[in-house]
Structures are given as structure tokens and as C-alpha cells.
């Protein structure tokens, strides 16, 4: 099937809650990546190829699962266009259809006392952010 690559790069933009447009390609959220060696696809790509609508490989990249979420790219981008968001908001698009980014109230009884001792200390918070991240 097809990827509607125009429909796909409206998405990510939606959910990322970006502005690829203000990125000025100075390549900076790369040169600070602490994962950038293992990827294919590097932060500052991700955002050029959103911006141009070139999507369709990002579903496939790598680089999804070798980002650390640590944010320093969004920390360093003078632009603030924030390349972190837009690889979250891919890798919901690549994990959703497969169902693998749900939690349900069940499981986490069961996730807590696999920690054994630890799991009386997990905050709240936590919890709550688990849910509204991994429930929609
Ligand atoms: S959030 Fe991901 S892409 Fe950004 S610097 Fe960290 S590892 Fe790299
Ligand atoms: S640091 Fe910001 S402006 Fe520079 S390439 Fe990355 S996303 Fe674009």
C-alpha cells in the first residue's frame, strides 16, 4: 500500500506540536546528539524531511529506536523547532496500528511488583503521565 506521504508529515507536525518551517538547517540538535553515530537518520534530517514532505522512510528508520529522549537536541536547536518531538511523533505513528503503545490499569499491578521493594517507590506522577502518554 501506498504511504500518503502528505497526510503523514501533516500528522507528525500535529502531533509533534512543532514548527519545522523555522528551521534554519544549522545542523546544531546533530552535533549534540549523544546517539547520533547509531543513527540513520539524524535529528536535524528528521526535521528537513517532515518539512519537505519526504516521510515515508522515516517509518522505517533506525533512528527511532536509538533516540534517548534526553532532549538536549530541543535544548540546543536556537530555533526552538524541537527535532525530539517530531521522532516521538513518528515512532506513535509507527507503534499505534501495532497496538504496542497502550497501558491498561491491569497491567500495572503486575509491572509494580515485578520491581519488588522498588516498586512502593514509583511516584504517582509517573503513573499518571504513563497513562495519559501510553493510553490514547
Ligand atoms: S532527544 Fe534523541 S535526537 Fe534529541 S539529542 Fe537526545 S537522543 Fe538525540
Ligand atoms: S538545531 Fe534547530 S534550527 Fe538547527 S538544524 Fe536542528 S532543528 Fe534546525
Given at each position: 500500500m501506498r504511504v500518503d506521504e502528505k497526510k503523514l508529515a501533516e500528522d507528525i507536525v500535529r502531533l509533534s506540536?512543532?514548527?519545522?518551517?523555522?528551521?534554519?538547517?544549522?545542523g546544531k540538535c546533530s552535533a549534540t546528539c549523544p546517539s547520533f553515530e547509531d543513527m540513520d537518520v539524524h535529528p536535524h534530517s528528521f526535521v528537513s524531511m517532515v518539512e519537505e514532505g519526504d516521510v515515508a522512510g522515516l517509518l522505517e528508520s533506525k533512528s527511532l529506536w536509538k533516540?534517548?529522549?534526553?532532549?538536549a537536541c530541543v535544548e540546543r536547536c536556537p530555533r526552538g523547532v524541537e527535532p525530539a518531538h517530531i521522532i516521538e511523533a513518528v515512532r506513535i505513528l509507527v507503534m499505534s496500528p501495532q497496538g504496542l503503545n497502550r497501558i491498561k490499569p491491569d497491567a500495572v499491578p503486575i509491572f509494580l511488583s515485578s520491581l519488588g521493594e522498588k516498586g512502593a517507590e514509583v511516584p504517582q506522577q509517573l503513573l499518571t503521565s504513563a497513562f495519559r502518554k501510553y493510553s490514547k
Open positions: 506540536g512543532t514548527n519545522v518551517k523555522k528551521c534554519m538547517r544549522c533516540c534517548l529522549s534526553c532532549f
